[in-house]
């Protein structure tokens, strides 16, 4: 099935780094959702954006829905180690079932 | 429990063998999903039960897939002749009402391995 095109795949972090991620789509969507997934465990969601160009904080966690309606990111400023995880982006239409479609996946591990 | 729960977490099987996977969302959920993700991937999207009405099928990767939702609560997915392919781990989501809050609940999976 239709994938958004999440990046980076992977990434190391150092405590109090910044992070950002970002996915992109070549389909419009409504909603932008992000969500992080720990070993052996749902996703659950992190921030949730409804309007092209809204800018929503979150603590730490900053993602912004792109004027287009075509791409997201997500910021986690001063990382700690308990981010360590899988992160997804999601994009959501307003149709009757409001099904997701997932991005790949970010996965941050912390550097050695 | 107040989450999204799945059994059994984990399932072996052998190619061939038909597997029901079960999943308890939230009490008072009226919408139910399933998601498949595959190992390093997101979730793809499967089935959605809404209430009463008819299920949107329109991910279910072949007829070997199915689903049903009894008494608009517990949901059952049923793989028939499983393949290797289909080894993945399988989520199940609730919400409580699509269309006047957004969030959906995940379970913890069911992890399919068929040999």
């Known amino acids: 099935g239709q994938q958004l095109n999440q990046s980076p795949q992977s990434m190391f972090i150092q405590e109090g780094e910044d992070v950002s991620m970002n996915c992109t789509s070549s389909s419009i969507f409504n909603t932008w959702l992000w969500y992080k997934q720990d070993p052996g465990e749902g996703p659950v969601l992190l921030i949730a954006?409804?309007?092209?160009?809204e800018l929503t904080s979150n603590g730490r966690l900053t993602a912004q829905f792109g004027i287009t309606r075509k791409d997201s990111f997500l910021n986690i400023s001063a990382s700690i180690p308990s981010d360590v995880g899988i992160y997804f982006c999601?994009?959501?239409?307003?149709?009757?079932?409001?099904?997701?479609?997932f991005g790949g996946g970010t996965r941050l591990m912390v550097k050695p | 429990g107040a989450g999204v729960s799945q059994s059994p977490s984990n399932k072996v099987t052998e190619k061939g063998k038909d597997v029901e996977l079960r999943c308890d969302p939230i009490?008072?959920?009226?919408?139910l999903y399933w998601y498949r993700q595959s190992l390093g991937q997101g979730l793809e999207f499967l089935i959605y039960?809404?209430?009463?009405?008819?299920?949107?099928k329109s991910g279910l990767p072949s007829d070997r897939f199915s689903a049903e939702r009894t008494g608009g609560s517990v949901s059952t997915l049923t793989i028939q002749r499983t393949q290797q392919e289909d080894s993945a781990v399988y989520l199940c989501a609730s919400r409580p009402d699509p269309l006047s809050y957004n969030e959906q609940f995940f379970g913890p999976g069911t992890r399919l391995t068929v040999l």
């Open positions: 039960f809404q209430g009463n009405s008819a299920p949107d």
């Open positions: 954006l409804y309007k092209a160009g």
């Open positions: 009490s008072g959920h009226t919408a």
């Open positions: 999601a994009g959501q239409l307003d149709n009757a079932g409001n099904m997701l479609t």
